[in-house]
Nanobody, 126 residues
């Protein structure tokens, strides 16, 4: 079992930055691929970014490429999402998730994730 807890959400103006953190506990954190998903009001949940177990491979959705960076620190059992140049359309609840698959591409699919955090709200004002 893996427990995940997000932090770092909040209100920011367009063009601003936030860094989300996801602290993991329980089953060995480094055994899991990690990802971020988000769900905007009235919309379906969507994939944002994923990172492999060792951090060497990452995958980011096109709409946030060049603005968002995913990273992890296995020594601290923590995953991060650095978000720069934020836009109002980035407003959503952001969820941290973990998957046991060795393939980072598998961890881009919500249905393949094994563990989820409760989410943290990011609001970008125009």
């Amino acid at each position: 079992q893996v427990q995940l807890e997000e932090s770092g959400g909040g209100l920011v103006q367009t063009g601003g930055s936030l860094r989300l953190s996801c602290a993991g506990s329980g089953r060995s954190f480094s055994n899991n691929g990690m990802a971020w998903f988000r769900q905007a009001p009235g919309k379906e949940r969507e994939f944002v970014a994923a990172i492999s177990r060792d951090g060497d491979s990452t995958y980011v959705r096109d709409s946030v490429k060049g603005r968002f960076t995913i990273s992890r620190d296995n020594a601290k059992n923590t995953e991060y999402l650095q978000m720069n140049s934020l836009k109002p359309e980035d407003t959503a609840v952001y969820y941290c998730a973990a998957c046991v698959s060795p393939s980072v591409m598998t961890c881009t699919r919500g249905g393949a994730m094994d563990y989820w955090g409760k989410g943290t709200l990011v609001t970008v004002s125009s």
